[in-house]
């Protein structure tokens, strides 16, 4: 069964440092897609950035960019130039490839951005 | 290119009534999952359609049900509310329901029960 571990309930970074939101999985199905979702306060989701399991690269997106290490099962997210926009909600979320599996969710983690 | 509609955005009621939320999906999107997020359980998965079929289902109750129809769009029932089923609800749409398939979400509908 497909797990997301986030362990940071909440973190602090100031504008314009990078920080780096943790994010563990465990699944036994060797393809697998790794997706991160930002949820401002307005509550609306919003996609991020995608890792699939067999990607050579690092997913970017801007200024988002996913360290993705396959053996150690970790998928974090990093945040260059943070900006006071970027305070939100961060979800890490995985799906399996094999059957119809749904897509799971982690716990998430609160950013907030000092200026 | 239109984003997720959900449909109410903000819902008020009862005990013991029943309701029903809408979701319509980005165009050309076939898959429509539906989450319930409440600030003590997370965001909890409850149940994806492709092709008005049900694909998986989440841990709920009967009393939480959905179906979709043949042009996508997407409605979950709650039937005989309870107050713990006052939550964010919301759905999120993708092409397919493999492991690539970024999901896009709506705003969400906000549901309190009295």
């Known amino acids: 069964a497909q797990k997301i571990t986030q362990t940071q309930p909440g973190m602090f970074v100031q504008e314009k440092e990078a920080v780096t939101l943790d994010c563990t999985y465990d699944?036994?199905?060797?393809?697998?897609?790794l997706f991160w979702y930002k949820q401002p306060s307005s509550g609306e989701m919003i996609f991020l950035i995608y890792q699939g399991s067999y990607d050579q690269q690092n997913a970017t997106e801007g200024r988002y960019s996913l360290n993705f290490q396959k053996a150690r099962k970790s998928a974090n997210l990093v945040i260059s130039a943070s900006q006071l926009g970027d305070s939100a909600m961060y979800f890490c979320a995985m799906r399996e490839l094999g059957g119809y599996q749904k897509v799971t969710f982690g716990t998430g983690t609160k950013l907030q951005v000092i200026p | 290119k239109a984003g997720v509609t959900q449909t109410p955005r903000y819902l008020i009621k009862t005990r013991g009534q029943q309701v029903t939320l809408s979701c319509s999906p980005i165009?050309?999107?076939?898959?429509v999952s539906w989450y319930q997020q409440t600030p003590g359980q997370g965001l909890q998965f409850l149940f994806e359609?492709?092709?008005?079929?049900?694909?998986n289902k989440g841990n709920f109750p009967g009393r939480f049900s959905g179906r979709q129809f043949s042009n996508s769009r997407s409605e979950m029932n709650v039937s005989t509310l309870e107050l713990g089923d006052s939550a964010l609800y919301l759905c999120a749409s993708s092409l397919g329901s493999l492991s690539y398939n970024e999901q896009f979400f709506g705003p969400g509908t906000r549901l309190t029960v009295l």
């Open positions: 359609y492709f092709s008005e079929t049900q694909r």
């Open positions: 165009s050309g999107h076939r898959s």
């Open positions: 699944t036994s199905d060797p393809s697998y897609g």
